[in-house]
């Protein structure tokens, strides 16, 4: 079995400022990693996923996040955030191999920006 | 390309009622998930098929909850009888059948039971 921990529930930052969103999965299998973003009413939409290979991984609407084995993390960054980035960010894990493949995700934080 | 379309958006229903879920995944995605996001919450899967056939079912309330895909294309999920804890966001995903095969959610199915 998996499972997902995002540290913050919610994250408020500056407009243009930096912003870092904490992931830690647990898992007895190997697993590939993903982030969605989910905005108000909307359904969830994939930012990055790392399957393989390169560590950074770099998504849409300039994010990137970081696969460390060893801290089993993968946290989710982005150099300057903007007002249109408001919205529920949420981490997953999917086991490696087919078969019962279904997302565990983590419980959400809510990035909050402020002008 | 059409997305996964759901339907109702939104259902308002009482206790111990039945309410039921529809979702038409994208076309030719042989593999169809089910999830669960109770407010606050990330979303559970719920039940997962391939084509018309069940993957895994694990996590799903079996006493209430039934989900079927009889043509492998699109899906029903019930809830007969509802509780007030089953109030939550359905969302219905569907990928491609094969390996790093992302997955396309839908707008989902906000539930309010009373």
């Known amino acids: 079995a998996q499972s997902v921990t995002q540290l913050d529930s919610q994250v408020p930052v500056f407009e243009e400022a930096p912003v870092e969103l904490r992931c830690n999965y647990s898992?007895?299998?190997?697993?590939?990693l993903f982030w969605y973003v989910q905005y108000p009413n909307q359904g969830l939409q994939l930012l990055l996923k790392?399957?393989?290979?390169?560590?950074l991984v770099k998504g849409i609407n300039g994010f990137e996040a970081e696969f460390n084995k060893s801290q089993t993390s993968f946290h989710l960054r982005k150099p300057s955030v903007h007002i249109s980035d408001t919205a529920e960010y949420f981490c997953a894990v999917r086991k490696v191999g087919g078969g019962a493949d279904g997302l565990t995700f983590g419980k959400g934080t809510h990035l909050i920006i402020q002008p | 390309e059409a997305g996964v379309a759901q339907s109702p958006r939104y259902k308002i229903i009482e206790k111990r009622q039945s309410v039921a879920f529809w979702c038409n995944p994208i076309s030719g995605h042989a593999t169809l998930y089910w999830y669960q996001q109770i407010l606050g919450q990330g979303p559970k899967l719920l039940i997962q098929f391939q084509n018309n056939g069940v993957v895994d079912d694990s996590q799903l309330p079996k006493d209430r909850f039934s989900a079927e895909r009889l043509k492998g294309v699109d899906s029903t999920l019930k809830i007969q009888p509802a509780k007030l804890e089953d109030s939550a966001v359905y969302l219905c995903?569907?990928?491609?059948?094969?390996?790093?095969?992302?997955?396309?959610f839908g707008p989902g199915t906000r539930l309010t039971v009373t």
């Open positions: 898992s007895s299998v190997s697993v590939y």
């Open positions: 790392y399957l393989s290979g390169s560590t």
């Open positions: 995903a569907s990928s491609l059948d094969r390996e790093n095969s992302e997955q396309y």
